[in-house]
């Protein structure tokens, strides 16, 4: 665990390293979740390659203003230790003053012997671990009533809240937690706990670990608590060649100590741990659900960022619902060449009929756009009858009958997926909008429908979710 932050926040002189073996000096400056920037001076306008040592210097008067890809920037702190931008740009300030701009960067101490920048091995901390593991590290301690003679305080390392999995690919997952103990002295003790993933199998590029396994994990557990997760650290390490410790905007440098949640908090939706849900299936499926429903995913990354307008969270809402059911049962009851080919058959018979004007035929063809898709309201009762029962039948209490809040938003509705529908248009086409009292409501029932649907992508069971409506930590009114 202390390998999670070789340096402190701030600014660092060092020598840039280029691939020509030349170097030129410069300032870097880390800060957590913030881009890492370095200066440089006396940087080619273009990244030299190796075949550039034997040739002149590109000019300094050719550069260009603006921000350009430079490539694998290496470089070396004062204090010997190594620093690596795998995909680094260059802003040219002034002849002669560069700023080199990278979302990640890697800092270890022998990064210059990793020449392909690949690691075997990848540990990691998200906000949210503690909820998502689902075990407590502790099973038991003991603290004296009184402070009598030879009084202990102690506990007990659970076993089972070190789980490991292995999955489809042969990478080794392991959701653990590590320990920290002050200094031992006559005056105080302290034992704290980190919950962490360490992930282990072939070596491949830092990205790739973040894009397999550190960027869904923060999704997923943001999607289980309801509430954005950062990534607080990230530690890369290659067999032989020793660690790095990652730095860039999307992690935070404020690890984490594991608390039991606050009382009255909403309990995570997924849990790991015995006889629950794996890691690695849960980090899968999360990954296939982006893949297969890429507008929907991205919507429910957003379900616990704040600051979204209403307008803008509903209309996004109903797009990414409206995405996922086309995505799982189609555009139309039909498919496009039947209902094309029905479609021209009756244009054919109307046209051929004479109760039917040419000037009516005509205004039919020019505005009468039928495209045989399901109606809003369709694929949200669809996606509604798709939840467990549980779920259906929680969302059917808080809407039957239809809500007084929601009563002028079209006459005679059929239903609350009507009122939805019709809200959605109502904004989209520059109608009378709902007030944002409205919008709320009708949001946090398609959220429900959003999240119902999740849970079952992912394999886990709606119970939890459905106690959560029950107690009122999750309102549908």
Same mark, same amino acid.
């Given at each position: 665990m202390n390998k999670n932050q070789l340096l402190s926040v701030g600014e660092y002189p060092l020598e840039w390293r280029l691939a020509d073996g030349s170097s030129v000096p410069g300032v870097l400056t880390l800060a957590?979740?913030?881009t890492v920037t370095g200066t440089a001076y006396g940087l080619p306008a273009e990244p030299p390659s190796h075949e550039d040592a034997a040739r002149a210097r590109p000019s300094w008067t050719v550069w260009e203003p603006g921000v350009k890809p430079y490539g694998v920037v290496r470089g070396e702190l004062r204090n010997n230790l190594d620093i690596a931008l795998p995909d680094a740009c260059v802003s040219h300030q002034l002849p002669g003053h560069s700023v080199l701009l990278a979302s990640l960067a890697m800092i270890g101490p022998k990064l210059r012997d990793n020449r392909d920048l690949v %690691?075997?091995?990848?540990?990691?901390?998200?906000?949210?671990?503690?909820?998502l593991s689902g075990v407590a590290p502790l099973k038991e301690y003991k603290i004296p009533q009184r402070l009598a003679d030879d009084a202990t305080y102690g506990g007990t390392w659970n076993g089972e809240s070190t789980q490991e999995w292995t999955n489809h690919g042969g990478d080794r997952v392991r959701m653990h937690y590590v320990a920290s103990f002050a200094a031992p002295q006559g005056y105080k003790l302290s034992f704290t706990t980190a919950p962490v993933i360490t992930v282990s199998g072939r070596p491949r590029p830092l990205d790739e670990w973040m894009n397999t396994y550190v960027r869904p994990s923060a999704e997923l557990a943001g999607f289980a608590v309801n509430r954005p997760q950062a990534i607080t650290f990230v530690t890369v390490e290659r067999e032989g060649v020793g660690h790095a410790s990652v730095y860039g905007r999307e992690l935070s440098q404020q690890r984490f100590d594991a608390e039991q949640a606050a009382p009255g908090a909403m309990p995570a939706l997924v849990r790991c741990g015995p006889g629950r849900a794996s890691m690695p299936d849960l980090i899968g499926r999360w990954s296939a659900m982006k893949r297969d429903y890429p507008v929907f995913a991205d919507y429910l990354t957003s379900i616990p960022a704040p600051g979204l307008p209403i307008t803008a969270r509903f209309t996004a809402l109903m797009a990414s619902l409206e995405? %996922?059911?086309?995505?799982k049962y189609g555009a139309g009851p039909l498919g496009k060449k039947e209902f094309s080919r029905e479609k021209n058959n009756v244009m054919k018979e109307i046209r051929n009929s004479r109760d039917v004007s040419e000037v009516n035929y005509d205004w039919l063809r020019r505005w009468g756009n039928f495209f045989g898709t399901y109606e809003l309201r369709e694929r949200l009762?669809? /996606?509604h009858a798709g939840l467990p029962r549980a779920l259906q039948d929680l969302v059917n209490a808080a809407v039957e009958p239809v809500p007084d809040l929601l009563a002028d938003v079209v006459a005679n509705p059929e239903d609350i997926w009507h009122i939805a529908g019709k809200a959605r248009n109502n904004l989209a086409h520059g109608n009378t909008p709902q007030t944002n009292e409205q919008l709320s409501l009708l949001t946090q029932l398609g959220n429900t429908l959003a999240v119902?649907?999740?849970?079952? /992508?992912?394999?886990?069971?709606?119970?939890?979710?459905?106690?959560?409506?029950?107690?009122?930590?999750?309102?549908l009114e």
């Open positions: 957590g979740a913030e %690691f075997d091995e990848i540990t990691f901390q998200v906000e949210g671990l503690t909820e995405s %996922f059911h086309t995505i009762r669809a /996606l119902g649907h999740v849970l079952s /992508l992912l394999g886990a069971p709606a119970d939890p979710f459905a106690a959560a409506i029950t107690r009122g930590d999750w309102r």
